[in-house]
């Protein structure tokens, strides 16, 4: 029995004390228990023997209410009534989950108010109670979109939110308004209501809930979370919460009875596409199908495709009828449920990639152009996004003026997915010649070259797709991984440190008393200057007494300064003093990190964020989110932008604000740095440049930096690039060291700065040449190789060894060398070896008769290699590999022989 069955068995034992409300002796629920599953539940219908899961949909074509609301609609209907009753309407949250460390995506409305203090969760409301259309994503379902009528990757999850105080609400109050919305704003008769007993278990607290359902449809949800903590271990909470979470979709869906929700949801779009795309919709076939194929939901136990085949023979529909039109409408249902999910990602400045949260839009943005492919729609999924934009601009006004930048991002994503077309083709005629395609196997051909198994199924070969497969692919990424800090001391009976970098960055000297001394190398002091390894920030160095601090970490409020050299005495005031150059430093690099940040998204895009950064003495870096490797000009751009904002002399301010004040203020975008764990945030704000929560140390103005100078930009991951850079006196540094190297350039070319660059194409050129003519010799030095080849080369049993040793020789040489030879000589095997400070590079070739004498040239390599101390590897008929410079050439020779030999079939 898992945790929330257990729970749920608890609290139905006591429907009391959980469950009952007003609502239900005012109106006369009774309690009953399913015959069939053995829920509990709540109805006015005294013969009502089943659950609403237990018996099925009974609205669909016959709707329980005399009005239908379309999507937007449905929800200004719910507004309206939720501000008369006394609620706060406030706007979505993003739907990446940037206030949570451990989520990528926004999966509840819930989430949006909840913070993570102290390792556990803590309710925060900007008002209460509230009510809240939060857009919400979820990729555990992506087998059941469009076919089951009611999966979706993105969803509204409508929140009523509320505080149990003298504000807020509890039990009785949160039934009370969901019975009126269903009745009063909606029309529906109180006895098609039931309502379900059930438990929530969420990440360190949980209570119990009642879902309410429409002639078997669930529409809402009202959790009541008393508790905090984990069922083994827990307290009442001070305030308890309400969480009443409803499905938009759903209440749009009841009010239309369509055989699927994607109709009157989706709207005009869905009207606007089918229409362009022909897709001809057999309507008594599509409410008979999709009627019953909506009590579906397609687990890790079945087979989608057997499960749609048996539902369609149960019809008596034939398989003409259901590829000409059940499948196209499946598939176009998946393109705008996945289409919307990409809008609202991408709008709030998530990335397709392949790696963490991003995988998930990935996965989905392949299944869409995969779907185009196959039924070779002309169709531009930036246009289905803009449809959605317009169709839902009453609600989210800022989705269609995301536009421009969410093209960029699909164009970028779409020139990789159809680059890769020609490589998937070439490796899917691989696969075709293999017996044995596990499921691994084809995670690892979807991870690292998008071929989805629906591909591999389409092109031919023999697979088995299992139907939790893109469930198990996006699970991966579903949750950020969290590392969390191994507690090394127990600090529990120190007390917290006071922090007076906080109260005056320019302190360097300071007097301290000593509290305690871990393991004879970590003091702690009842105070310090010194600043604490965090947010990619260094710490500081110095002394205290006698002794040099080398490292500072923070351990929850204490601080403990690792020494070394003289201890001083447990319980003695010390003299300490802080590395003020280094702090400067690293002051100075830290704020040219917040510059870089907003510069970078001026210049590139909306979507940047900060991945990481890191920040020391000797330069520093900033990783950020891009869809592509940044460009010389847009670096320069960057440089350029980030050194305009220094010369303004803008200043750095700080703001100590309430987080739900800063939030309030700056939204999310505060968050650069990671989730900031404390009620009180440390605001740095640039003007409207750059605003940060940011704990670490800073310049009072921008100008106090005095030059910023980017020296390199790399692709760290897919998304992430990363842009090194230096501030201050190190950049000074830097730029005196190029104009010196430019100076010996000048003195070595005998040449004027301004002449520089065409002197250099010119050697530039004439190198060019030279390696033409060399690769021209080495073509000659081949044919004669090839003419006399008998005369040097070595009979090892059934094929000849050519060995080549001379210095002169590179590696482009022994490829020109050894690719003409083995065509022109198949039964040879080519080696060339040559040797450069100090290390061995190795070249071999395999001719197809060699090959078919078993000499295998890169495992011929890696033998040859691991004698060197080295590795190796390559194709069957060319490897590559080298080591530590050998004892001798006769060394190699003798071991190539020897394992010619031992490799001959």
């Known amino acids: 029995m898992t945790t929330k069955d257990t729970l749920r068995e608890l609290f139905s034992k006591d429907p009391d004390r959980y469950y009952r409300v007003r609502l239900f002796d005012k109106e006369g ?7 069939e599953c053995g829920n509990f539940f709540w109805t006015l219908i005294g013969d009502k023997e089943l659950c609403p899961s237990c018996e099925g949909y009974s609205f669909i074509s016959n709707p329980p209410t005399s009005k239908k609301f379309g999507y937007t609609d449905a929800w200004k209907a719910m507004e309206t009534f939720f501000v008369k009753e006394g609620h706060t309407s406030i706007k979505r949250y993003p739907v990446v989950a940037r206030w949570r460390p451990d989520l990528y995506f926004t999966v509840a409305s819930i989430i949006d108010f909840q ?14 109670p509230l009510v809240v259309p939060q857009m919400c994503l979820r990729f555990n379902d992506i087998e059941n979109v469009g076919v089951t ?3 979706y990757t993105s969803f509204c999850m409508v929140g009523q939110q509320a505080l149990s105080n003298t504000n807020g609400y509890w039990k009785d109050r949160t039934i009370d308004l969901d019975f009126a919305l269903l009745t009063d704003v909606f029309g529906i008769k109180k006895e098609d209501i039931t309502f379900v007993e059930d438990v929530w278990l969420g990440y360190g607290a949980f209570g119990y809930s009642l879902e309410y359902y429409v002639r078997g449809l669930e529409l809402g949800n009202a959790v009541f979370t008393e508790f905090e903590g984990e069922p083994e271990s827990y307290r009442v909470m001070e305030n308890p919460v309400v969480d009443m979470g409803a499905g938009l979709e759903r209440f749009s869906w009841i009010t239309h009875g369509t055989a699927t929700s994607y109709e009157p949801v989706f709207g005009s779009v869905y009207k606007k596409i089918s229409d362009m795309l022909g897709i001809d919709a057999d309507h008594a076939v599509i409410k008979e199908y999709f009627g019953m194929a909506g009590r579906l939901d397609i687990d890790q136990l079945q087979d989608p ?15 003409d009828v259901v590829q000409k039109h059940i499948a196209p409408l499946e598939a176009l249902f998946t393109v705008l449920d996945h289409s919307r999910t990409l809008l609202f990602a991408i709008s709030d400045g998530a990335l397709p990639s392949n790696v963490a949260g991003g995988y998930n839009l990935r996965v989905i943005f392949r299944r869409m152009k995969s779907i185009l492919d196959r039924y070779n729609w002309k169709l531009g999924i930036d246009h289905v996004m803009e449809l959605h934009a317009l169709h839902l601009k009453s609600m989210y006004p800022e989705l269609i003026e995301s536009m421009d930048a969410i093209r960029e991002v699909l164009d970028v994503e779409s020139k990789r997915y159809d680059s890769s077309k020609v490589r998937m083709a070439s490796i899917i005629e691989q696969m075709k010649k293999r017996s044995n395609i596990t499921t691994d196997d084809m995670m690892k051909l979807y991870d690292s070259e998008g071929i989805t198994p629906d591909l591999l199924k389409e092109s031919g070969v023999n697979v088995h797709i299992p139907p ?12 950020q991984k969290q590392n969390e800090e191994k507690i090394v001391f127990d600090v529990s009976f120190l007390p917290e440190t006071e922090l007076l970098f906080y109260e005056d960055q320019n302190l360097f000297d300071f007097d301290a008393k000593v509290l305690h001394i871990f393991n004879n190398k970590w003091i702690v002091l009842d105070k310090t200057a010194f600043f604490a390894r965090a947010g990619g920030q260094e710490p500081d160095h110095g002394f205290i007494g006698d002794a040099r601090v080398v490292e500072v970490i923070k351990y929850g409020n204490v601080v403990l300064h690792r020494v070394e050299g003289n201890l001083p005495a447990v319980g003695s005031m010390v003299s300490c003093s802080v590395d003020r150059e280094r702090r400067e430093i690293i002051m100075r690099h830290h704020t040219a990190t917040h510059i870089i940040n907003g510069a970078a998204r001026k210049v590139l895009g909306p979507w940047v964020w900060q991945h990481s950064a890191y920040k020391d003495v000797d330069g520093a870096r900033l990783d950020i989110t891009h869809h592509s490797r940044i460009t010389e000009e847009q670096l320069r751009r960057i440089e350029q932008l980030a050194n305009e904002i220094v010369r303004q002399n803008i200043p750095v301010e700080l703001q100590l604000l309430p987080r739900q004040e800063a939030e309030k203020r700056y939204g999310f975008r ?4 990671g989730v900031v764990p404390t ?7 640039i003007d409207d440049f750059d605003i940060e929560a940011c704990g670490g140390t800073h310049c009072e103005r921008t100008g106090d930096i005095g030059l910023i100078k980017i020296t390199k930009s790399e692709r760290l991951q897919d998304g992430v690039e990363r842009i090194q850079f230096l501030a201050g006196k190190t950049a000074l540094d830097y730029v005196e060291k190029q104009e010196e190297t430019i100076n010996k350039l000048l003195s070595s070319f005998s040449t004027q700065q301004e002449n520089l660059v065409k002197v250099t194409e010119g050697f530039r050129d004439a190198l060019e040449q030279l390696k033409k003519r060399y690769k021209g010799i080495s073509r000659m030095l081949a044919e004669e190789l090839a003419e006399s080849y008998k005369k040097i080369a070595l009979a090892v049993g059934d094929v000849y060894l050519i060995f080549i040793s001379e210095d002169y020789l590179d590696d482009q040489s ?36 060699a090959i078919r004498y078993g000499i295998n040239a890169a495992e011929l390599v890696k033998k040859i290699s691991s004698y060197l101390h080295g590795s190796g590897g390559g194709r069957q008929e060319l490897g590559q590999g080298g080591g530590v410079e050998p004892k001798s050439v006769n060394y190699v020779k003798d071991l190539l022989i020897k394992e010619i030999k031992a490799m001959q079939r």
């Not at 913070?115 to 209460?128: S, T, Y």
């Not at 939790?468 to 949750?479: A, C, G, P, S």
């Not at 009620?679 to 704000?685: H, Q, T, Y």
């Not at 080519?830 to 190795?842: D, E, I, P, Q, T």
């Open 149 to 151: 009528g009611r999966h």
């Open 115 to 128: 913070r993570i203090e102290a390792g556990k969760v803590v309710f925060d409301f900007p008002a209460n």
């Open 679 to 685: 009620k009180i945030l440390r605001v740095r704000k």
């Open 814 to 849: 022994h490829i020109v060398i050894g690719e003409f030879i083995t065509k022109k000589i198949p039964e040879l095997v080519y080696a060339g070896l040559w040797v450069s400070n100090g290390k061995s590079r190795l070249v071999i070739f395999s001719g197809k008769e």
């Open 29 to 35: 629920f009774i309690r009953k228990r399913c015959r």
């Open 305 to 319: 495709a057997m499960v749609k085949h048996e539902l369609a023979k149960k019809l008596g529909l034939s398989n």
């Open 468 to 479: 939790d497969f893109y469930k198990r692919v996006t699970e991966l990424h579903m949750t």
């Open 670 to 673: 505060l968050y650069q740095g």
